[in-house]
């Protein structure tokens, strides 16, 4: 990722609670468990803004590819921001770019982005998005 993006460039904000066991040996947030901060405030933005419900819907979202760059190293107590926009939306995928704040601070402590595929649950098979899954996610683009 080459620009580091600021807090103003994310459309959409998912406060975020870290706890004691997010911390690894050095007491610092794992990079593991940021991955885990976006793929929550991803979800949560479905389930909340575009109506999809994981457990029974009948698309779902696959996370295909991930990438994340670290600038800061966040750690317990600290409350947290997730970043959220989108990319681009292409047929079936969507590829969102994320950034991990400190609340209050511009810019981020990591900032990543995730490619999903949505397929019919039933076949497995790419689909087309949904138009209200569509909608909401091109309200987040940038």
């Known amino acids: ?12 904000l ?3 609670l870290t706890r004691w066991q997010d911390s690894d ?3 610092h947030i794992a990079g593991a468990t940021v ?5 929550t ?6 389930l909340q803004q575009a109506g999809l419900d994981p457990q029974e819907g009948e698309v779902l979202g696959f996370v295909v590819s991930s990438a994340a760059d670290f600038f ?12 959220l926009r989108v990319a681009r939306v292409a047929g079936s995928s969507v590829e ?12 981020p402590c990591a900032a990543g982005k995730v490619v999903q595929v949505f397929v019919e649950r039933a076949s497995g098979r790419p689909v087309p ?11 987040l683009q940038c």
């Open 41 to 46: 405030t991803i979800q949560a933005f479905l």
């Open 96 to 107: 969102y770019q994320l950034g991990l704040f400190r609340v209050g601070d511009a810019q």
């Open 35 to 39: 991955y885990g901060y976006f793929d």
């Open 14 to 16: 998912q406060p975020i």
């Open 25 to 27: 040996l050095n007491g």
């Open 1 to 12: 990722m080459s620009d580091t993006p600021q807090r103003h460039d994310y459309p959409h």
């Open 129 to 139: 998005l949904p138009d209200v899954l569509q909608a909401a996610l091109l309200s």
């Open 72 to 83: 800061a190293l966040p750690a317990f107590p600290d409350t947290l921001e997730v970043g």
